[in-house]
C-alpha cells in the first residue's frame, strides 16, 4: 500500500492520504467500533513503517465511537510518540467531542477543528528549536531563562516529569554560571537546543585567568561531585548529572562551558 494524495482505501468509509513528508491524514466515514479496529491500527501501523509519524486522523464525517476503539487510538498515539511523532484527532462534531470528553478523551487529545489547524500543530511539535543567549550575570537572568525554556516545552507537549527536569538542570548551570564567573565577568551565555529526541543546553562563563590548580579542583568537581552536608552551595552538581544523560565539561584558562544533553523518553 503506497500513500498518496489519491487516497488508497483501506475499508470502507476509511481512506488514508499524504500531502507531505512524514505525514498522513486518515478519513473516516465510518463508526468507529471494534470491527473498525483491526483495519485502523494496520493504517496506522503502515504509516509509521514508511515514516509517516505525524497522523491527523479527520473525523468529520463520524457520528458514533465506541469506548474499545478509544484504547486504540491512545495506544497508536502512544505508538508514534515513540518513533517521534503523534496522532491528532480533528473535526469531530460538538457531540462527538462531548461523548469523548465523558470518556476522559479531552486530557489526552486536543480536539482541533480541521486537518489544517492540526498539520500546523505538528508543524511546529515536529521543528527543531535553537536559541541562544548572552545574558547579565543575574539572579533575575536565571529565572527568565528558566522560563522561557519551560514555556516553549510545555508548547511543544513534552511531558511535565521532563519539562521539571530541565527546569532544575536550566537553574543549576545558570546559577553556578553567576556564582562562579570571574569578578570582573558582566554577562554569561547560554543555548538550547531542541528536538523530539533531545534537549541540550548549553552554559559558559567567563574568568580573567584560571589557574591550572583551580581548573583541576573544577574539573574533579563534576567528575566525582559531592556534596557538603554544612555547605549551602555545590549541591547543583550532583543533581544535574542525575537528572540528566551525559554532562560533558570544556575548561580553559578563560572560559568553562557545561554541556548537559536530556534525552526525551515517551
Do not use: W
Not at 509519524?53 to 458514533?64: A, P
Not at 484527532?89 to 478523551?105: E, H, N, W
Not at 552551595?233 to 554541556?259: A, F, W
Amino acid at each position: 500500500m503506497a500513500l498518496s494524495n489519491s487516497a488508497d482505501f483501506l475499508l470502507e468509509g476509511l481512506t488514508v492520504s499524504s500531502s507531505e513528508p512524514g505525514l498522513a491524514v486518515i478519513n473516516v466515514a465510518t463508526a468507529l467500533d471494534i470491527p473498525a479496529i483491526v483495519p485502523f491500527r494496520a493504517a496506522v501501523d503502515r504509516c509509521a513503517e514508511i515514516g509517516k509519524v505525524f497522523v491527523v486522523v479527520n473525523l468529520e464525517s463520524v457520528n458514533f465511537i465506541d469506548s474499545p476503539f478509544v484504547g486504540t487510538l491512545m495506544g497508536c498515539r502512544k505508538m508514534l510518540q515513540q518513533r517521534g511523532g503523534d496522532l491528532a484527532i480533528c473535526a469531530a462534531t460538538q457531540f462527538l467531542q462531548d461523548r469523548l470528553s465523558i470518556m476522559g478523551l479531552d486530557r489526552i487529545f486536543h480536539f482541533y477543528t480541521s486537518p489544517q489547524t492540526a498539520i500546523s500543530d505538528f508543524h511546529f511539535l515536529g521543528s527543531k528549536e535553537h536559541f541562544s543567549f548572552a545574558l547579565p550575570l543575574q539572579r533575575n537572568c536565571v529565572t527568565l531563562l528558566r522560563r522561557m525554556v519551560c514555556s516553549i516545552l510545555t508548547k511543544k507537549n513534552f511531558k511535565p516529569k521532563l519539562i521539571m527536569h530541565v527546569e532544575t538542570i536550566v537553574d543549576e548551570l545558570a546559577n553556578n554560571a553567576v556564582d562562579y564567573s570571574s569578578p570582573d565577568s558582566t554577562d554569561f551565555t547560554a543555548s538550547v537546543s531542541i528536538s523530539r529526541k533531545k534537549i541540550v543546553l548549553v552554559v559558559k562563563n567567563f574568568h580573567s585567568k584560571l589557574e591550572k590548580s583551580a581548573m583541576d579542583a573544577l574539573f574533579n568537581k563534576y567528575q566525582n561531585p559531592k556534596i557538603d552536608a554544612e555547605s549551602t552551595r555545590g549541591r547543583g552538581i550532583p543533581l544535574i548529572k542525575m537528572l540528566s544523560n551525559s554532562v560533558n565539561l570544556d575548561i580553559s584558562k578563560t572560559e568553562v562551558i557545561v554541556q548537559v544533553t536530556k534525552i526525551v523518553e515517551v
